[in-house]
């Protein structure tokens, strides 16, 4: 999952603001792939700001994500914070807070 935010941060610049168990899979050889990039941003595109939304999964969201709109800032980090969370889900079965 590392790989594939790396990949979405700095190669196609771009967040996936719903990092989620459900939107983790595993595919053919046993890799784990992420998907639904249905509410995801590009992080150079101004008209699709994603600092100014609140999209995503509450239990996933990072503490900046419950600033006002203007104060929000985001970026990579959200998308870090959420897989943090999902590991954590994932090994305990239960959401840190």
Do not use: R
């Not at 719903?18 to 890799?31: A, G, L, S």
């Not at 994500?65 to 104060?71: I, L, P, S, T, V």
Request: hydrophobic letters at 40%.
């Amino acid at each position: 999952m590392l790989q594939a935010l790396y990949y979405c941060h700095n190669i196609v610049k771009i967040i996936h603001p719903d990092i989620k168990p459900d939107n983790i899979m595993v595919n053919h050889n046993n890799e784990a792939v992420l998907i639904d990039f249905g509410v995801s941003a590009l992080l150079e595109d101004k008209k699709q700001d994603p600092s100014k939304q609140t999209v995503g999964t509450f239990q996933y969201f990072a503490p900046e994500m419950f600033k006002k709109k203007e104060e929000k800032k985001l970026g990579a980090a959200v998308d870090i914070w959420a897989l943090g969370v999902t590991m954590y889900y994932m090994l305990t079965g239960q959401h840190p807070h």
